[in-house]
């Protein structure tokens, strides 16, 4: 987010907003609501089509849809193994939001088709 100046802005989202709605997700942890990676990722099927299995060195992280699944891309999404649980529809703007170590492994799933964004966040890492 510091890319495009939007930094500042992101982590007062984060701290008035995610923060609340993380406590209540996840009792019993309090968030500092700080956050040094923030990022976005493009999956194409010519150049990253997918991302491996893996943890975020986050406390938690949040995974916002930045494009139209069915319109701007097809396939893509996101995995937890664990759970066997898939996200592949996200709609514009929705965010999700989960543990980053131990316990939600997870993966960016194949982009067939077009182009994918998702703008990624490392909370309390």
Request: proline fraction near 6%; include cysteine.
């Amino acid at each position: 987010m510091n890319q495009i100046g939007f930094e500042k802005q992101w982590l007062y989202l984060v701290k008035t907003y995610v923060a609340p709605i993380q406590e209540r997700l996840y009792p019993g942890y309090y968030t500092k609501a700080f956050a040094i990676m923030n990022f976005v990722v493009r999956y194409k099927p010519e150049e990253q089509p997918f991302l491996r299995p893996h943890h975020d060195s986050s406390t938690f992280t949040l995974n916002m849809a930045l494009n139209r699944h069915g319109i701007d891309y097809e396939g893509g999404g996101c995995r937890f193994l664990r759970y066997n649980c898939n996200i592949t529809d996200s709609t514009v703007g929705q965010t999700l939001i989960h543990p980053g170590r131990l316990t939600h492994y997870h993966e960016g799933l194949l982009t067939t088709k077009g182009t994918r964004y998702i703008m990624v966040s490392f909370v309390d890492p």
